[in-house]
């Protein structure tokens, strides 16, 4: 154990530029939004001063808007596409224009919980807490204007999950950029592993279409062709608003917390409509279609860590996780390998991630379903016995996928995994 420990603390100074940790060298050469609140709490295992630096580092790419954007290109990178030249935001530092699943303030509260120097997460916590409201604020108006209760995304890439089988119909009504471009990520990994072209070509697409609209959120609301109220990004939101009202209360802030609590009831309501009680997992809605999307994938599992369900339903998810470790040697597949479109190497149709892994399991504790959630662990520690410190593992032979040394990995090793060991 000791000796992934220190493999693992070896991959995050390994992976450090100037107070940002890059997910991996090569293939992810800047700061992305998710993969630094995880990689946050792998820094603050064993050096609180660089967690807190991380986080810093990702909101100098805050907009005005309150808008975080998924990349902060911090120092200019040829190796990767598409970068801030595509992107055209015209932010200083440069970055993307959407956003992804925002698990910073449930980052701060648990880091504030595990820290050692209590006076200099104190500190750092209530610095970061304007910076998180608004960026909980911008979610709210920008993304749900018409108050659902639900937000809304408009891109792939922000759901975190880039080609989940969950986007591929809607993906599929996106035309296809006619712009000539050289992908970069199959320069990096084997491309039987990585999205298709012509899946690249509408994500393209779709980011052309938004800077030409100057990346104002009312035409984008207004004219996407991909607009869907994803589980993950809610889910997520949903826990980070709790705990947003959790250190709004901690600051005495009682009207922001209030404000916090409110849209956390409303948006547990909203979660209702995402529910399918035949596949026992929640799903996203395709605002666009009209229609739930009727795939069952591991993101639909992320509202156990949002706190959504109740107990009838977290029973019936849980049962359904059950089923799932049946008919997988691994924890947690992307998708179910007997769902129709599951490929056990590629990316997010099939494959196990960490970050996905220490969420569900987080919330089947919650629930009171400490053995599932330990079989989750123990499947995540066999992954990176097996597989390595990957990007991501296959779920049926444990092999590891996708960028080598990667941050997430290894700080969900240093932070859930070997901490809870034994
Ligand atoms: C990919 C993943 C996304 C992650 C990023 C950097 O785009 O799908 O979730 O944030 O890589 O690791």
Request: charged share 25%; proline share 7%.
């Amino acid at each position: 154990m000791s000796s992934l420990i220190d493999q693992a603390r070896q991959i995050l100074r390994a992976n450090d530029l100037d107070g940002y940790t890059v997910p991996t060298r090569g293939l992810y050469p800047y700061q992305w939004n998710w993969d630094a609140g995880f990689t946050a709490l792998g820094w603050i295992t064993f050096d609180e001063v660089r967690a807190w630096r991380e986080l810093e580092r990702l909101f100098e790419g805050q907009w005005d808007d309150g808008l975080v954007p998924h990349i902060i290109f911090h120092k200019y990178d040829p190796g990767y596409f598409p970068g801030p030249d595509v992107w055209g935001t015209r932010h200083t530092p440069p970055t993307s224009g959407i956003s992804q699943p925002p698990v910073a303030a449930t980052v701060v509260r648990l880091m504030l919980e595990a820290a050692g120097d209590q006076t200099l997460a104190e500190a750092k916590a209530k610095a970061l807490y304007p910076r998180l409201l608004a960026y909980h604020r911008w979610w709210q108006r920008a993304r749900d204007p018409e108050n659902t209760g639900l937000v809304v995304t408009y891109h792939p890439w922000e759901t975190g999950a880039d080609n989940s089988i969950a986007w591929d119909a809607a993906l599929a009504r996106v035309p296809a950029t006619k712009t000539e471009f050289v992908r970069r990520d199959t320069q990096h990994v084997d491309q039987s592993m990585r999205p298709h072209r012509s899946e690249y070509q509408r994500y393209i697409y779709l980011v052309e279409l938004f800077r030409s609209l100057d990346w104002q959120p009312q035409a984008m609301y207004e004219q996407t062709p991909f607009k869907i109220a994803d589980t993950a990004i809610n889910a997520i939101l949903q826990r980070a608003n709790l705990d947003l009202a959790e250190l709004a209360r901690r600051f005495g802030r009682s009207d922001e917390a209030a404000e916090l609590q409110e849209r956390a009831d409303h948006t547990r309501r909203a979660f209702a409509a995402l529910w399918n009680a035949q596949r026992r997992v929640y799903q996203p809605y395709d605002r666009i279609a009209g229609q739930r999307i009727d795939v069952p994938s591991c993101l639909g599992m992320l509202p156990l860590w949002g706190r959504v369900p109740d107990e009838t339903t977290a029973k019936a998810m849980m049962t359904e996780l059950e089923r799932w470790a049946q008919i997988s040697p691994f924890l947690v597949p992307s998708s179910p390998p007997d769902f129709p479109g599951f490929e056990s190497k590629r990316y997010w149709r099939g494959p196990a991630w960490l970050i996905i892994n220490f969420m569900i399991a987080d919330g089947l504790a919650h629930y009171s379903y400490p053995d599932l959630a330990e079989r989750i662990r123990q499947s995540s520690e066999a992954l990176i016995e097996t597989g390595g410190f990957h990007e991501y593992f296959d779920p049926l032979d444990g092999s590891g996928c996708g960028g080598k040394a990667f941050s997430w990995t290894a700080s969900m090793g240093l932070y859930w995994i070997f901490r809870k060991s034994g």
